[in-house]
T-cell receptor
Framework: GAVVSQHPSWVICKSGTSVKIECRSL??????MFWYRQFPKQSLMLMAT?????????EQGVEKDKFLINHASLTLSTLTVTSAHPEDSSFYIC??????????????FGPGTRLTVL | GENVEQHPSTLSVQEGDSAVIKCTYS??????FPWYKQELGKRPQLIID?????GEKKDQRIAVTLNKTAKHFSLHITETQPEDSAVYFC????????????FGSGTRLSIRP
């Protein structure tokens, strides 16, 4: 149980284009979803927290107009990187938590999306 | 907010020996401490977690100890095997913000054959 999927697993795009990444909880309803960015040999940095039906809460330094997050249902959240540039190239990972887990802090991670912007 | 520090950043041990990774946290209200293992290009996988009402938890070759007074917790891997080579992250809740966790900087563990 508690499976999270992400699509696509990797994407290459041209500078200036937008890319959408989907995160789905497959067998549970996610009360909260998180988006992380991970640069090579670094830790996971939280970008934003989203709850279904409400606006995402962005971490300091993350541009909300550049990283658009939509959490339309309890099983789907999307991250759109708008006007992507080479410096946005990174590994983007989503995670989800649900009220029935042993701890409200327990998160289930997606497999990640490797974004390369040329 | 919570601050999590992790040491060492790299660790190399002989196969069969033990490995210990340590983390400290700043928020005394934190009550949940997970450890994740991440292989190259893969998702972080929860390997063990501990809640603040216990001081130690063990699962086969993996154990976690918690010292709430000193605000630190450690991951112990015994009888290390080549497949233990990975990056390990500790984490602690951002208690003031429901359900967020803050990750440590990671430890790259290498097991020498």
């Amino acid at each position: 149980g508690a499976v999270v999927s992400q699509h696509p697993s990797w994407v290459i795009c041209k500078s200036g284009t937008s890319v959408k990444i989907e995160c789905r909880s497959l067998d549970f309803q996610a009360t909260t979803m998180f988006w992380y960015r991970q640069f090579p040999k670094q830790s996971l940095m939280l970008m934003a927290t989203s709850n279904e039906g409400s606006k995402a809460t962005y971490e300091q330094g993350v541009e909300k107009d550049k990283f658009l997050i939509n959490h339309a249902s309890l099983t789907l959240s999307t991250l759109t990187v708008t006007s992507a540039h080479p410096e946005d190239s990174s590994f983007y990972i989503c995670s989800a938590s649900h009220a029935l887990s042993g701890s409200s802090y327990e998160q289930f991670f997606g497999p990640g999306t490797r974004l390369t912007v040329l | 907010g919570e601050n999590v520090e992790q040491h060492p950043s790299t660790l190399s041990v002989q196969e069969g020996d033990s490995a210990v990774i340590k983390c400290t946290y700043s928020d005394s209200a934190s009550n949940y401490f997970p450890w994740y293992k991440q292989e190259l290009g893969k998702r972080p996988q929860l390997i063990i977690d501990i809640r603040s009402n216990v001081g130690e938890k063990k699962d086969q070759r993996i154990a976690v100890t918690l010292n709430k007074t000193a605000k630190h917790f450690s991951l112990h891997i015994t009888e290390t095997q080549p497949e233990d080579s990975a990056v390990y992250f500790c984490a602690a809740p951002q208690y003031s913000s429901a359900s967020k966790i803050i990750f440590g900087s990671g430890t790259r563990l290498s097991i020498r054959p």
